[in-house]
């Protein structure tokens, strides 16, 4: 039987609308009303409703994510995900990042649109950038973080990014920030931390990318797996509404990461696992590049393939080979401490 293209209500024959669950913060609010804008462009028969919903994640701003549910894994996504399965929504749109590799039976990850900026944003209080230049030379470190003076407080709740700053700079002292991004920065100008480590992506989409004193690019620091990019849910039997998502997937975005996604899986590791996966196009190939550290960053495995990738198995198969690359070499231990 063919899949139909609509959503169509069999009383009224009206075009059902496509309500998209979120969860409520200004950032996840923009992806949102991003994808509510990229369905109108290429469904233009629907209409689209945002659904704004709270998780746990966001009522609990204290507890580091680690505390909540066991590994803090999907703390930010499996009431959005309930949203889906109970019906009150047709539609997701997660950080892919926060989205666990584990699938929740009834769903299914239906597309990834164009990725945006992978790469994380060290951000210095106001004003605070150009004093660390003046004063190069009196108590700054020569490292890869320069503008870092020693023993600075960085306000950070990622593993991965502790694990990778300590490995070059051991001195760093780390601070649990939690919070929206304007909190985080509000919390950095008064003094909390001298430094906060943020996603670039999230900074540009809130038009903070102006906040950014450093962008800290490989092979210093590797981004999480999805990293700027958007990871758009629906159920697994609703074949209206996955056909017009596919319409919505950029193909080498979605390759790269699945790819990273399947490192993580065959990791089993979680998602705020200290682990930096960095895909990028070299020539006609794809070039994967991962790194599991121990939580002080005194450890630091590395696996690196560069393989063509044209199709999904494709990205898979990049994927395992460089989560076994990983694993060889007994990065497993690092996961499981």
Same mark, same amino acid.
């Given at each position: 039987?063919?899949?139909?293209?609509?959503?169509?209500?069999?009383?009224?024959?009206?075009?059902? $609308?496509?309500?998209?669950?979120?969860?409520?913060?200004? %950032?996840?609010?923009?992806?949102?009303?991003?994808?509510?804008?990229?369905?109108?462009?290429?469904? $233009?028969? =629907?209409?689209?409703?945002?659904?704004? %919903?709270?998780?746990?994640?966001?009522?609990?701003?204290?507890? $580091?994510?680690?505390?909540? !549910? !066991?590994?803090?894994?999907?703390?930010?996504?499996?009431?959005?995900?309930?949203?889906?399965?109970?019906?009150?929504?047709?539609?997701?749109?997660?950080?892919?990042?926060?989205?666990?590799?584990?699938?929740?039976?009834?769903?299914?990850?239906?597309?990834?649109?164009?990725?945006? &900026?992978?790469?994380?944003?060290?951000?210095?209080?106001?004003?605070?950038?150009?004093?660390?230049?003046?004063?190069?030379?009196?108590?700054?470190?020569?490292?890869?973080?320069?503008?870092?003076?020693?023993?600075?407080?960085?306000?950070?709740?990622?593993?991965?990014?502790?694990?990778?700053?300590?490995?070059?700079?051991?001195?760093?002292?780390?601070?649990?920030?939690?919070?929206?991004?304007?909190?985080?920065?509000?919390?950095?100008?008064?003094?909390?931390?001298?430094?906060?480590?943020?996603?670039?992506?999230?900074?540009?989409?809130?038009?903070?990318?102006?906040?950014?004193?450093?962008? %800290?690019?490989?092979?210093?620091?590797?981004?999480?797996?999805?990293?700027?990019?958007? !990871?758009?849910?629906?159920?697994?039997?609703?074949?209206?509404?996955?056909?017009?998502?596919?319409?919505?997937?950029?193909? &080498?975005?979605?390759?790269?990461?699945?790819?990273?996604?399947?490192?993580?899986?065959?990791?089993? &590791?979680?998602? =705020?696992?200290?682990? !930096?996966?960095?895909?990028?196009?070299?020539?006609?190939?794809?070039?994967?590049?991962?790194?599991?550290?121990?939580?002080?960053?005194?450890?630091?495995?590395?696996?690196?393939?560069?393989?063509?990738?044209?199709?999904?198995?494709?990205?898979?198969?990049?994927? =395992?080979?460089?989560?076994?690359?990983?694993?060889?070499?007994?990065?497993?231990?690092? %996961?499981?401490?």
């Amino acid at each position: 039987m063919a899949i139909r293209l609509d959503k169509v209500d069999s009383v009224s024959n009206v075009v059902a $609308p496509i309500r998209i669950a979120t969860r409520a913060s200004r %950032l996840a609010m923009w992806q949102a009303e991003h994808v509510r804008d990229l369905l109108k462009s290429v469904a $233009p028969e =629907h209409s689209v409703e945002i659904v704004p %919903l709270s998780t746990i994640g966001d009522r609990n701003k204290i507890e $580091p994510l680690t505390r909540l !549910g !066991g590994t803090g894994t999907g703390v930010f996504t499996r009431e959005i995900q309930a949203a889906l399965i109970d019906g009150r929504a047709d539609v997701a749109v997660h950080s892919l990042k926060d989205l666990p590799t584990e699938p929740v039976e009834g769903l299914t990850l239906a597309a990834v649109p164009q990725r945006g &900026a992978m790469f994380d944003g060290l951000v210095l209080p106001e004003g605070g950038k150009q004093k660390a230049e003046d004063s190069a030379g009196d108590n700054l470190l020569p490292c890869a973080f320069p503008v870092l003076p020693a023993g600075a407080r960085i306000g950070s709740s990622s593993p991965r990014r502790r694990a990778q700053m300590l490995h070059h700079r051991p001195d760093l002292q780390f601070v649990e920030a939690r919070g929206n991004v304007e909190t985080r920065l509000r919390k950095l100008d008064e003094g909390q931390f001298d430094a906060l480590v943020l996603a670039e992506a999230g900074l540009t989409r809130l038009e903070f990318a102006g906040r950014i004193s450093v962008s %800290l690019r490989p092979p210093f620091m590797l981004p999480a797996v999805g990293q700027g990019a958007l !990871g758009i849910e629906c159920r697994s039997d609703d074949n209206s509404t996955r056909d017009v998502l596919v319409r919505l997937i950029e193909p &080498a975005s979605l390759y790269a990461v699945l790819a990273e996604r399947t490192v993580l899986s065959t990791l089993r &590791a979680g998602c =705020h696992a200290p682990l !930096g996966v960095w895909t990028r196009p070299e020539g006609d190939s794809v070039r994967m590049t991962a790194v599991v550290l121990s939580l002080d960053g005194a450890q630091r495995f590395e696996s690196d393939r560069l393989a063509a990738v044209a199709s999904e198995a494709d990205a898979i198969s990049l994927g =395992h080979a460089v989560a076994e690359g990983l694993l060889t070499q007994g990065a497993a231990a690092l %996961l499981l401490s």
